[in-house]
């Protein structure tokens, strides 16, 4: 049977230019499939294996859920306990979310925060720094209104780990859950896989190829830090399987488990028939294929992308991680395993995906045709180069340095820099630089106070809210 399924894997990967992808599958709570494919860089021919380590992106997110479990199994922890007990100085923008948020509200993302992702992507903060900065992000939803993806809340909720535990997030997970589970090729972060014997490199798309990418952090490590390989990738899901034991030793009570699994927050609903609404747990997507119940997370970071699901009704798991991003592969052999396990008739998952692909192609197009027709053309800035110059701030994001070079303004913002181009009247653009972590087609507009002086940067770093706003800094100088 996982022959014909191999055949899928080698096309899949083939037509999605995929590197190196490693798989585990799991029938009747046992491993069925266990094998790497593929390079692990193109810079290359080493081969990837069941042991190749890469970065498991959000998958993560999972552990640091059931870290908090294990507390609160030891009765150090309630999922309904306020976040501001345990950290005293944790604030939002919203007095009512800081005095109400809880644990569970953390883990299940209804804090009312977008995503607000470029205030820890550049990388060059700590969680501790970046701890007192949510005061500064405005909320776009109230409380529990509603569902909406942050890795800065699951970075709090591994501060709420360290606080209870006396230990650091890393050590924790190590201690109490990653070698209980048997794991042995693991680690944290992009400097343990530059020293692992044996582990991936990331990879990003440019005109259609894959090519190698920047090995870039994860500052929020609790929402995706954790490197691991498929072989122990499946030692996870068949605890979750099994309700949380590891053999016959219990890991993580029964209940706690079921609480991870427990929809939560309605995220959305799936354009395919077969897979229905997605709701999230604590850790863990709760949803539906083809009338099973599956409990799974995605991962994504620049250049790798990667998928974890369990049936708990078939005893069946799937995990696929792949060197490459974005793409469908994780999904298309996700659900070709899961329909085999099945014995149902399958999906040709391949097709489906393929034709979204290539629609999405001819949208893209569509789209940059469309942003370019609305840039005016034969416009001006309404003052001259460098009266634009200068440092602007804002509270959470930073600072921006503009300076005027030459016949042109260059942009500087913690760690990315690079010439802007004009757009149109007072608003310019940053660079696209797809082979690194970079803010690619930023607009920057600049604004002036009631004199006429360009006071303020106006930059949509955060989609979900109006724009976020660097105002020149009291000591910058202004013409």
Partial sequence: MWREFESLVESSMKEWKIPGLALAVIEDGEVSLLKGYGVRDLRGNEPVT???QFLLCSITKSFTAAGLGLLVDEGRLAWSRPVREVIPEFRLH???????????????????????????????????????LLRHLVPSRELREAFQYSNLGYMVAGIVIERLSGQGWQDFVTERLLKPLGFTHYGFGIDALVAAADAARPHTMVEGDPVPAQLWPVPTAAGGGLNASAADLA???????????????????????R?????????????????????????????????DRTLAHSGSWFGWATLMTVVP?????????????????????????????????????????????????????????????????????????????GRYEHPAYGCIEI????????????GAAGALTHWHYDMFVT?????????????????????????????????????????????????
Avoid at 114 to 124: E, S, V, Y
Avoid at 237 to 250: F, I, K, N
């Fill in 50 to 52: 069941a042991d190749t």
């Fill in 94 to 132: 919203d007095a009512v979310a800081t005095a109400q948020l809880t644990v569970r509200d953390l883990l299940s993302h209804l804090s009312g925060l977008p995503r607000h992702d470029w205030l820890h992507m550049p990388a060059d903060l700590t969680s501790a720094q970046m701890l007192p």
């Fill in 235 to 257: 030692k996870w899901m068949r605890c979750l399987l099994d309700e949380g034991r590891v053999g016959d030793t219990p890991l993580l009570s029964a209940r706690t488990v």
């Fill in 259 to 291: 609480e991870m699994g427990m929809p939560r927050a309605w995220m959305s609903r799936s354009e395919h028939a077969e897979i229905g609404d997605s709701h999230y747990g604590l850790g863990l997507f709760c949803e539906n294929y083809r009338g």
């Fill in 313 to 389: 009704s078939r005893r069946a798991g799937v995990a696929v991680l792949t060197n490459r991003a974005p793409g469908a592969v994780t999904s298309i052999l996700t659900f070709a395993a899961l329909d085999r396990i099945a014995g149902r008739e399958p999906v040709d998952w391949f097709q489906r995906l393929l034709a979204k692909r290539r629609a999405d192609l001819v949208q893209q197009r569509v789209d940059e045709k469309a942003r370019t027709d609305r840039r005016r053309t034969g416009t001006q800035p309404s003052h001259a180069l460098e009266e634009y110059a």
């Fill in 403 to 414: 300076a005027h070079e030459g016949d042109h303004l260059a942009w500087h913002w913690r």
């Fill in 431 to 479: 660079p696209d630089r797809p082979t690194v972590f970079h803010p690619d087609n930023l607009a920057l507009s600049f604004l002036y106070d009631r004199a006429g002086r360009i006071d303020r940067i106006a930059v949509p770093f955060e989609p979900m809210v109006e724009d976020i706003v660097f105002r020149r800094a009291k000591d910058a100088p202004t013409t």
